[in-house]
């Protein structure tokens, strides 16, 4: 009996022996695995606290560039006190290739100013109705009346750029046009309309990454258009008819200004400057910067030095 324990007591030892180093894998595999996780965990942690610094910079920043707007902001609201004083009526065409920031610098222009003496204008593709009437007729309906400032997005200049690129226009209507649009704005101009006439111009390659950004944001894609996704394809064709309709309509009672937009928020700043520099009002706070950044803002004239100078060494237009 006692040689049986003895056996049993030795068995059972072994077995124990046995199990100990099996345990003791099992709690090791178990301790990696823990900290597999919690490597994991910590890594998923880093990147929500990077996204949250990077949207949080981005928050920051905009609030940034806002704040920086409002001081001009507020001459604008002056701006058109004045305008409504003295019954001054001004029209502000704002032109430009698609995704050029037209539609945002219209949006802070307008932002604090009185609703009731401002109207944004965006006229979509004639009535067949339209299309028997006087070319400029359905614009001259939008005119502004004493005080008012009237913006157009985008304005009879689809006649210059837009409509000949894609054919919604014959060769005699474009010709009529050119022939025909400097003297009808000289006519508002003598009759004291204040004009101011602007052109954004973007790159291509910023074109292009807006465009992305409107296809993958669900937010922005109601602004791609059919024509949008040919704007990168007949590039060239728009930059031949830019540089025929500054040859042709940059006058000097109805000059072009040239705002480069790649940076929308230093386009929307200095579009601003220049709409408030358009009007003898008295400033609000004399002691703003109103001089624009002539590495954002070029007259009608230099674009067309520019780019004269582009087709002259390069044999075509760059930009």
Request: charged letters at 35%.
């Amino acid at each position: 009996m006692a040689a049986e324990k003895q056996q049993e007591r030795a068995a059972m030892e072994q077995a124990v022996e046995q199990q100990v180093p099996e345990n003791g894998q099992e709690s090791a595999r178990e301790e990696e695995q823990r900290l597999k996780k919690l490597q994991q965990e910590n890594q998923k942690l880093r990147a929500a606290m990077e996204a949250l610094k990077t949207k949080s910079g981005k928050a920051i920043r905009r609030f940034e560039r806002e704040e920086q707007l409002k001081p001009y902001q507020a001459e604008l609201i002056r701006m058109q006190q004045y305008l409504e004083s003295t019954g001054t009526r001004m029209i502000i065409l704002f032109e430009g290739r698609d995704a050029a920031g037209k539609g945002g610098t219209i949006r802070r222009v307008t932002r604090y100013m009185n609703e009731k003496h401002y109207r944004v204008v965006a006229l979509g593709k004639p009535t067949e109705q339209e299309k028997t009437q006087w070319f400029f007729q359905k614009y001259v309906q939008q005119f502004p009346r004493g005080g008012e400032v009237v913006l157009f997005d985008r304005s009879w200049y689809n006649r210059a750029m837009v409509e000949p690129v894609f054919g919604f226009c014959s060769d005699e209507e474009y010709r009529n046009f050119m022939l025909g649009v400097s003297g009808f704005e000289k006519d508002l101009v003598r009759q004291g309309t204040i004009l101011i006439k602007l052109y954004f111009s973007v790159t291509k390659d910023e074109q292009a990454k807006r465009f992305d950004r409107r296809k993958n944001d669900p937010l922005r894609q109601w602004k791609l258009s059919e024509v949008d996704v040919q704007a990168q394809e007949r590039w060239d064709d728009f930059t031949n008819v830019k540089y025929e309709m500054l040859r042709k309509t940059n006058t000097t009672h109805a000059p072009w200004t040239i705002i480069r937009s790649n940076d929308k928020h230093q386009a929307r700043l200095n579009a601003i400057k220049m709409i408030l520099n358009s009007v003898p009002y008295e400033r609000l706070d004399p002691k703003l910067d109103f001089v624009p950044d002539p590495k954002v803002v070029v007259s009608g004239a230099r674009e067309l030095e520019i780019m004269e100078a582009q087709l002259l060494k390069k044999g075509k237009f760059t930009h």
